[in-house]
Structure formats: structure tokens, C-alpha cells
């Protein structure tokens, strides 16, 4: 669903006049006539500006970012709408493959997935909930988002216990992982990352467009985007171990 279908759905699900709604942007503080709404409607008008979306969005009982996420990538170059696009065709696809594989039964989560939009897609990436720092002497640590726990980890050096979800249900929490040297990873690979201040995440790893992203496999958890001097593999995770 483009822009244009995107705010025509949004306008009648308010049941708003077109003249309802000038009167309630205006209300907002922002002058939008009737007649250019309905250019934006019927797709007729490139995407308004930022400030016009979330009148537009707020005068219909809508949050704004659904419709400003649809106007961004509209105006956006070609080579930003094809990373957008295959960063949350990968995610998703990532995502329904661990699901089909381990709970096949399941057709509920799958459907779940299939109903997201790219932008929830996309606010899963960056939906941050447990964040890996580090210690004085080069130990790892988990610090748990909402309650501040810090949680002592081996050094990753030598072995490294999964003490998140972020990748479930591929690597269970407190499963162990045995770590290869990282001059042998590829994309689509395990990896554990040093990141440019000190911090430590275990992501899946591909390279979009010049571009580094670790991707976690559990939807609550945050995948993040790298420039490639911004990131530092420690090596990639071979085998794991678990304990029933």
C-alpha cells in the first residue's frame, strides 16, 4: 500500500469530509484545503510534507508514523526504497523460516508475520530492549533494559554463554557457543560483534548496499545497521551446546 492508499484508508475510516478535515488540520495549526487533499488522495499530488502528514494523521485519530514512514520512502532515492525493501523481505522471510521449521503447526505466527506492515517490521529492528556492555577487563556483561541488572558473561575469547533471547529460537538462552576466527565469515552467518563503543551483540550478519546489518531473530529484540567501520566481528558462532 503506497502513500495515497495509505491516507485515502486512513480519511475513511474517520468518516471525515475532506472539508471536515481542512477544518480540523486548520485546528492543528496547519491550512490544508479540501482540494489539495483529495490530490493526495488519488495519488494525483506527490506526498506532503512532514508537518501536513501528522495534521492529516492526527485530525483522522491516526498516529502519525505509518503515514510519514509512506511519504519518506515515496520521495525517497531508489537506492534507500531498495534497502528498505530488502532489509524487511529479509526479516520477515528470516522470521517465517525459523517459525515454519520449528513450530510447523503453528500457522497462527506466520500469518502474524505476514500481516506486518514494513514499518513494524522496521520499528522491530530498532526496538531496543537488553544491550550487551563491557567490563574493565574486557569480560562481558548483560545490563537488562528495564531493570538495570548487569549479568557477568565469560570472555567471549574463549567460550560465550547466551544469556539473552535475541536470537532465539535458533540459540536459547544459556545455550554455550563454540566461536570460529572471524576471517571466515560470510553473510547469513552467526556472528558475535564488537561494536564502536565497547559493547558486545550476537546478531545474524548480511551486507546490504555497503552496508552492515546484524539482524536478531527474535522479533522483541533490536537488529541494528552499520557503516563498516562501525562494527567489529569477534569471530562466528560454529556450534552450540545446550543443556536439557
Known amino acids: 500500500m503506497n502513500y495515497a ?3 485515502s484508508q486512513m480519511v475513511d475510516k474517520s468518516g471525515l469530509t475532506l472539508k471536515d478535515l481542512s477544518e480540523k488540520c486548520t485546528v492543528l495549526g496547519v491550512k490544508v484545503a479540501p482540494s489539495y487533499i ?16 501528522i495534521a492529516l494523521a492526527k485530525a483522522c485519530g491516526q498516529e502519525p508514523d505509518l503515514l510519514l514512514f509512506k511519504a519518506y520512502v515515496e520521495k525517497a532515492p531508489e537506492i534507500v ?24 503447526e503453528n500457522q497462527s505466527m506466520i500469518e502474524k508475520i505476514d500481516q506486518m506492515s514494513d514499518l513494524e517490521i522496521i520499528r522491530d529492528f530498532i526496538k531496543q530492549n537488553d544491550e550487551l556492555v563491557t567490563d574493565e577487563e574486557d569480560n562481558l556483561s548483560l545490563k537488562d533494559g528495564e531493570t538495570g541488572e548487569v549479568k557477568l558473561v565469560v570472555n567471549p575469547k574463549k567460550d560465550f554463554e547466551m544469556l539473552d533471547k535475541s536470537m532465539e529460537p535458533r540459540l536459547p538462552k544459556g545455550a554455550q557457543l563454540n566461536i570460529q576466527d572471524a576471517s571466515y ?7 558475535i560483534a564488537e561494536l564502536s563503543d565497547g559493547n558486545y551483540i550476537v546478531r545474524r550478519f548480511i551486507s546490504v548496499e555497503g552496508k552492515i546489518a546484524l539482524i536478531s531473530e527474535n522479533l522483541e529484540y533490536k537488529s541494528y545497521l552499520f557503516n563498516d567501520e562501525d562494527v567489529k566481528f569477534l569471530g562466528k558462532v560454529k556450534s552450540v551446546t545446550t543443556t536439557l
Open 81 to 104: 526504497k531498495e534497502f528498505l525493501e530488502k532489509i524487511t523481505i529479509y526479516f520477515r522471510n528470516t522470521t517465517k523460516f525459523t517459525i515454519e521449521m520449528l513450530y510447523p
Open 185 to 191: 565469515i560470510e553473510p547469513g552467518d552467526i556472528v
Open 38 to 53: 483529495s490530490k493526495l488522495k488519488t495519488n494525483k499530488q506527490p506526498p506532503a510534507s512532514d508537518e501536513v502528514n
Open 5 to 7: 492508499d495509505t491516507l
